[in-house]
């Protein structure tokens, strides 16, 4: 009598188990999300363009050597840039990338997620070669 109560037992366990394993996968919903990146009018030739239009050639010098780094900054929902950050081993090259970069006028397409605008962060490469 106690095999067979035992052996209700551990069927009706594993009943339950699969049960519940069932409901999970039937109650599993597919989401997808539409995302889309943040966007200069124009696209990014344009961009560096503007950035380079905006960069002030009266204080670059004969000193100022090539350079790498990055150039980060946030684009708002609104399409304007904030937390600019410029990332490169010359101090002087740095303030007048980031002064170029607050100088720029245009607004950028903000990125989207399911059709709505969010804020993003943009990280752009960055190559310092003198005229």
Do not use: H
Not at 4 to 25: D, N, R, W, Y
Not at 48 to 55: D, F, G, H, Q
Not at 70 to 97: C, H, P, Q, W, Y
Not at 108 to 123: D, F, G, L, R, Y
């Amino acid at each position: 009598m106690r095999k067979s109560v035992k052996t209700i037992a551990v069927f009706g366990i594993l009943l339950l188990v699969q049960s519940f394993e069932t409901q999970k996968k039937t109650t599993a919903v597919e989401i997808t999300q539409q995302k889309t990146a943040a966007e200069f009018p124009g696209g990014m030739n344009a961009f560096y363009k503007e950035l380079s239009a905006k960069t002030d050639r009266s204080k670059i010098d004969a000193k100022m050597k090539s350079a790498k780094g990055t150039m980060t900054f946030t684009i708002t929902a609104d399409g304007l840039m904030k937390n600019i950050s410029v990332e490169t081993s010359d101090a002087r090259i740095r303030t007048l990338l980031e002064n170029a970069l607050k100088s720029i006028p245009q607004k950028w397409k903000p990125a989207t997620e399911n059709q709505v605008n969010v804020e993003s962060q943009m990280t752009l490469p960055l190559v310092w070669a003198p005229e």
